[in-house]
């Protein structure tokens, strides 16, 4: 029993991993895009207008950072996917997971999700790191935090870049097992 939380790379396959890791393991699942999505709609505001708010909005972005923490707080048995997730406060056992990819393959496979169809690689790998600058500096400013892709802050790491979406699920149940939390075979 515990919060598993789960960051990493744009394009590493966190979404993917977390959702079949919550299933496995009978968890329920919660991602950082889901609370912006819902607090959007609170705000009645577009996706893309409530991201561009959040740019701008300091007090917007700690409060879908406090309603991530609420959550985390009301029960284990919870896989949580965000970039900020495994720096915030959790009253429960926690496993802190980062999923890194190679630039050039991250951006390859954001480029095949339909929001990005009309991107090339290389533009999308331009996207990429002008938002993992943006968010160093904003998580800096925000929470002192000096790199949350720092993957001496992780208890599991695993590079995406050559397996497969089963073989990087397989991988994780193992180290889980090895940190001793109860898995059953993959």
Do not use: W
Not at 105 to 125: C, V, Y
Request: charged share 30%.
């Amino acid at each position: 029993m515990a919060v598993i939380r789960v960051s990493g790379n744009p394009g590493s396959g966190k979404t993917t991993v977390s959702k079949r890791l919550a299933e496995f393991l009978g968890y329920e699942y919660t991602y950082t895009g889901g609370i912006f999505r819902d607090m959007a709609k609170e705000h009645n505001l577009s996706i893309e207008d409530f991201y561009h708010k959040l740019k701008t909005d300091e007090e917007l972005e700690r409060s879908v950072d406090t309603r991530q923490v609420k959550l985390m707080s009301q029960q284990d048995n919870l896989v949580v996917e965000g970039r900020m997730a495994p720096f915030q406060a959790c009253p429960f056992e926690t496993i802190n997971i980062f999923i890194k990819v190679e630039p050039v393959e991250g951006a390859r496979r954001q480029t095949m999700r339909p929001e990005n169809r009309d991107h090339t690689l290389e533009s999308m790998m331009k996207l990429s790191k002008e938002r993992v600058d943006n968010e160093k500096k904003r998580y800096y400013y925000l929470y002192k935090i000096a790199n949350h892709l720092d993957e001496d802050k992780f208890d599991i790491v695993v590079d995406t870049t050559n397996l497969s979406p089963e073989q990087v699920f397989e991988e994780i149940v193992s180290k889980l097992g090895k940190l001793g939390l109860e898995v059953r075979q993959a």
